[in-house]
Structure formats: C-alpha cells, structure tokens
C-alpha cells in the first residue's frame, strides 16, 4: 500500500506534537499567564495542523511558528479565541457573584396520595392506582416502572399522566372545601 505525503505529513506532525506537547503547553501558559492555557492550546494545535506552512519548516523553527500562532490567537480581536473567550476578561469571570437562590421543596402530601391509592383499591380501580403506587416505589421513574410492569412506556406514560390529573382534581377539590 503506498501512502500520499499529505498522509505522511500529517503523521509526522502528530508525532511532533505528542513528542513537544509539554512545550507547547508550556508556551501557552507563557502567554497567557495560566488563564485558559488548556482551551487555547486545543484551538491552536488546530490551527496548527490545518496550516499549510506547517510541512515546510524545519523541526528547529515549528516551536516559534507554534509560539506565534498562540501569540496571535491571544491577542487578536478577530481569533476564535477570542471571540470564544477572549471578549469576557478571565478574572471578570470568576469573580461574578452569583447571587444565592434558596430552593424550597414543593409540598406534597404522601400520606394522602397513599390513602386515595388504597381507596381506589378498594373502588375497583384498581390497575391506576397499582400503578401508580410502583411509579411511587421506583423513586417516580416511567422507566423503570414500564421495566417491572412490562407494559409499554408510552401506555405506562399516559396511564401515569391520566391518574395524576385525577389525583390532582380531587385535591383541588379537598382544598377547595378547606
């Protein structure tokens, strides 16, 4: 099988950046002081591999062409780079407040569902309220409760989705009388 020398190229300059990519690395967290090292050496390797130039100069000088590629991705406004990262400063980003947002559980009321599930039982409804009470033991997964059940998760989807507004009904009606 022969091979073409734009697939040998290609080779070779992937072993010259597995054999340099401390160095490569080390240029970028040169340039650009530690903040996001790591995403502009990824784009620039790109760069780097996709130039056609690349072929053309010797093993000596790649680290300077590599290094002028980050310095330039770094710098210009019109980088990728910096249209990905490089608009928002890097201590601007972290040091954004997030205001602290208190996350309240919603009510629900167990015990009730569980005593209108046993007063369906006993009302000849029982297939929903069976059901349902297997959604409620599998920690309210459809999945896992079509799984056990053996019934097709679409049919135990809405049979689910049907007694739930059922269940919701009478509770809007218990609160009402309240």
């Not at 240029?27 to 053309?56: H, N, W, Y």
Request: hydrophobic share 30%; aromatic share 12%; net charge positive.
């Amino acid at each position: 099988m022969l091979l073409d020398k734009t697939l040998i190229t290609y080779v070779l300059l992937n072993f010259w950046i597995t054999e340099n990519y401390n160095e490569l690395k080390k240029i970028c967290k040169k340039i650009t002081r530690g903040q996001q090292c790591d995403d502009l050496l990824q784009m620039c390797v790109e760069q780097f591999l996709k130039s056609k130039r690349v072929p053309e100069i010797p093993d000596s000088q790649k680290l300077f062409f590599f290094a002028r590629i980050v310095r330039n991705n770094y710098n210009s406004t019109t980088s990728p780079y910096y249209h990905q990262y490089g608009k928002f400063k890097y201590d601007e980003i972290e040091n954004i407040e997030i205001p602290y947002l208190s996350y309240e559980e919603p009510i629900i009321n167990l015990d009730w569902v569980k005593e209108q599930i046993e007063k369906d039982k006993k009302d000849g409804d029982w297939y929903y309220s069976r059901l349902f009470e297997i959604y409620i033991e599998q920690g309210c997964s459809v999945t896992k409760t079509s799984q056990i059940t053996t019934i097709p998760i679409n049919s135990v989807s809405r049979d689910l989705n049907k007694y739930r507004k059922q269940l919701n009904k009478l509770r809007d009606k218990v609160l009402k009388e309240l």
